[in-house]
């Protein structure tokens, strides 16, 4: 069992940042793909960038590419999501996904979401 915890959410005006952070319990972090998503109400949830296990390279929708950032730093099981020049659409609840190979399955893990609010 993975345990997974978002922080970081708030009321933020257009235009501001925020730095959302996830910690992901388990000794083989490293080895966790790690995404976050976003639902908006009303909305299917969408996913907002991801970060591989080892190799690759982040990946992230148009919607975001150029002002949300994924990173993470594995020696503290985290992984942060850097949001930049936020718009009244970025309002969701972000959620921060786990995604963990035990044997020949994928298992997914999630946390419980962390609100955002972009109004002015």
């Known amino acids: 069992q993975v345990h997974v915890v978002e922080s970081g959410g708030g009321l933020v005006q257009p235009g501001g940042s925020l730095r959302l952070s996830c910690v992901a319990s388990?000794?083989?972090?490293?080895?966790?793909?790690m995404s976050w998503y976003r639902q908006a109400p009303g909305k299917e949830r969408e996913l907002v960038a991801t970060?591989?296990?080892?190799?690759?390279?982040?990946k992230s929708p148009d919607s975001v590419k150029g002002r949300f950032t994924i990173s993470r730093d594995n020696a503290k099981n985290t992984v942060y999501l850097q949001m930049n020049s936020l718009k009244p659409e970025d309002t969701a609840v972000y959620y921060c996904?786990?995604?963990?190979?035990?044997?020949?399955?994928?298992?997914?893990?999630w946390g419980q979401g962390t609100q955002v609010t972009v109004s002015s």
């Open positions: 388990g000794s083989t972090f490293s080895r966790y793909a």
């Open positions: 970060t591989p296990s080892v190799g690759g390279s982040t």
């Open positions: 996904n786990a995604v963990v190979r035990v044997g020949l399955e994928l298992e997914n893990y």
